[in-house]
């Protein structure tokens, strides 16, 4: 079985489509929601709250039992790498205790969380409740699999760089007795220098506010390039097969900060039905009107990506990331993009530069 999960919009409508879903398909299943409360989300998570859906108790609450009244079960997402330490105060660790307490008492399940001081805070006040190790532990080897294992987690979700490293995936595989996770229209590019001090503003951003744009701007420039789209974390819908060939199966398709303006149930059917005709930056984004990977109108005619993975799956030596000696993937691009795109992507990426910090804050 190959299990679905999916970002919340916090609409019945949505559950409902996810619900027909379930019922169409035997081979998958939609079995997880997951977000947070918006934008007084308590404690911080890896997304600027501003950007997400808003939520208070009340609605979260009635959503949580329209969802578990449909056989879908909600996640709740705390998964800042920072808390400023406040669950090492006596303070902090009450009001943890007690915020999670809230959380069982209105039905949820499953929390995704980061912090492995956090972990054990929740595992021993409120021991109802299952964990999910989030990508931001950056769970990308055998021995840190075996952590969380050795600490009850019965479920982590992989570091999506290593989402093309089958023979390290094998190996956590092989030790890891729980079950895994990937993240399969991720928008990172691989190995990002910025990443994790991105997930510490984003960790902050619920108290200090994000009002400079330097990671996510930065982020952006990263992915100028025909070439630099390729190397992307995505998975197709028709690769995903391979994943469930060495037993990981559970599927998690992100997008809390798109998913409202978006049509996540038509995403989601085109990866159970492995098979999609159609502009991959569209689906990667879950069809969001705001196109929040999109640049310079490019689109990636996913038919022209057929054969794109295999060298990847039969061949654990092929990517060696010296990209210069290689390509592959900008070959791939030149197949999948329009050559006036590229040509436009290029110019930027070669006039792109450091920006002035001034900028930023507009200081003259």
């Known amino acids: 079985m190959k299990n679905f999960c999916m970002p919340s919009d916090f609409k019945n409508e949505t559950i409902d489509e996810y619900d027909e879903i379930n019922k169409k398909f035997s081979h998958s299943k939609i079995v997880e929601t997951f977000g947070q409360l918006a934008p007084d989300t308590v404690f911080g998570s890896c997304r600027s709250p501003g950007s997400l859906p808003k939520v208070d108790r009340r609605k979260l609450e009635k959503y949580i039992r329209y969802c578990n009244d449909k056989g879908i079960e909600f996640n709740y997402v705390i998964n800042a790498t920072c808390m400023s330490n406040e669950e090492l105060t006596k303070s902090g660790y009450q009001k943890i205790k007690d915020f999670f307490g809230m959380l069982e008492g209105i039905g949820v399940r499953w929390v995704t969380i980061s912090l492995p001081s956090l972990m054990e805070i929740v595992k021993y006040t409120a021991p109802n409740l299952k964990i999910k ?40 595989r092989k030790v890891y007795t729980g079950d895994l996770e990937i993240i399969i229209n991720s928008f990172c590019v691989n190995d990002c220098p910025y990443k994790m001090f991105h997930y510490n503003s984003f960790s902050h951003s619920h108290i200090n506010k994000d009002e400079c744009s330097y990671f996510s701007s930065r982020c952006r420039y990263l992915h100028i390039g025909a070439g630099n789209y390729m190397k992307l974390n995505w998975i197709r819908p028709e690769d995903i097969h391979y994943y469930h060939d060495i037993g990981i199966s559970y599927f998690k398709m992100q997008g809390r900060t798109n998913v409202y303006s978006g049509d996540p149930a038509k995403a989601v059917t085109h990866y159970i039905e492995e098979h999609y005709d159609g502009d991959l930056i569209s689906l990667l984004e879950l069809f969001s009107s705001d196109k929040p990977l999109t640049l310079a109108g490019c689109e990636i005619d996913n038919s022209k990506l057929d054969g794109f993975f295999e060298k990847f799956v039969n061949d654990p030596c092929f990517c060696t990331k010296v990209c210069s000696e290689c390509g592959y993937c900008k070959g791939f691009a030149e197949k999948s993009i329009d050559e006036t795109v590229i040509a436009v992507l290029d110019i930027m990426h070669s006039i792109k530069g450091v920006v002035n910090p001034n900028n930023f804050f507009n200081l003259r």
């Not at 021995?143 to 390290?168: M, P, Q, W």
Request: net charge negative.
């Open 133 to 172: 190790a989030s990508t931001v532990c950056q769970i990308n080897s055998p021995y840190k699999a075996e952590f969380y294992e050795e600490h009850g987690i019965k479920r982590i979700v992989l570091d999506e760089d290593i989402n093309r490293e089958f023979s390290t995936l094998k190996c956590i």
